[in-house]
């Protein structure tokens, strides 16, 4: 079983041709530092769209996240808005691995293909084989989609260096020159705490029926 993120960048034609060297270079560089976070495989096309295979389906919830942030962090230009990407998660299986991601395909791969297309004005969706997790997923992550949503450049960077690795507070002050106060703050405007609930209630649900035994 696997874990299967389809996304796109929102309003990417109003993205102007000098900063999608920059958008591009965002993503190759995610693609290198989330390998931290859960192996997987990462995969660019049509410009503006990506799709990732990751081995571990109950990570890949925070690397959806980070994605995000790193995106809204990154934004070159704030004149047409912040750079964010729609993304849809798909858990599963994987019948048939190619050489490229996207000429794979599987159960996780339709899941996260089709929800995309259903999504709507929603930038982040999970769809798993089970209708109890998918209903209780639901709700609670459209709440974390409207807050992220909310972040600013400052307040995603500093999720992104808070999650990404887990790393202390008073390291994130000392990396960017600031006080571990001034961390405190701004990663509680980003409504830090509820974001980790989040990805720590998607893990353990994710983890409970994936060790189910099949019957």
């Known amino acids: 079983m696997k874990g299967i993120i389809t996304g796109d960048i929102v309003d990417s034609s109003l993205i102007s041709a000098q900063y999608r060297g920059e958008l591009l270079n965002c993503l190759n560089t995610m693609g290198e530092e989330l390998q931290c ?3 997987f495989s990462m995969e660019l096309f049509r410009g503006d769209s990506f799709q990732l295979l ?8 925070k690397i959806a996240i980070l994605l995000r942030a790193g995106l809204i962090r990154h934004t070159a230009s704030k004149e047409n808005g912040m750079w964010d990407a729609r993304i849809s998660l798909g858990i599963g299986n994987v019948e048939f691995l190619s050489e490229r991601i996207v000429t794979s395909d599987g159960e996780a791969f339709h899941y996260s293909g089709r929800q995309l297309d259903e999504m709507g004005k929603q930038r982040l969706a999970v769809k798993t084989p089970w209708q109890d997790v998918n209903d209780e997923l639901a709700l609670s992550t459209a709440f974390i989609d409207d807050i992220i949503n909310g972040w600013s450049s400052k307040q995603a960077g500093m999720i992104y260096l808070a999650l990404r690795q887990d790393t202390p507070k008073k390291d994130i002050a000392k990396l960017i020159g600031t006080s571990v106060q001034n961390v405190r703050n701004v990663l509680s405007s980003a409504k830090e705490s509820l974001v980790r609930k989040y990805i720590e209630r998607y893990r353990d649900i994710i983890m409970s029926h994936i060790s189910q035994p099949t019957i």
């Open 54 to 61: 990751i081995d571990e389906p109950s990570a890949a919830i």
């Open 37 to 39: 976070v859960a192996p």
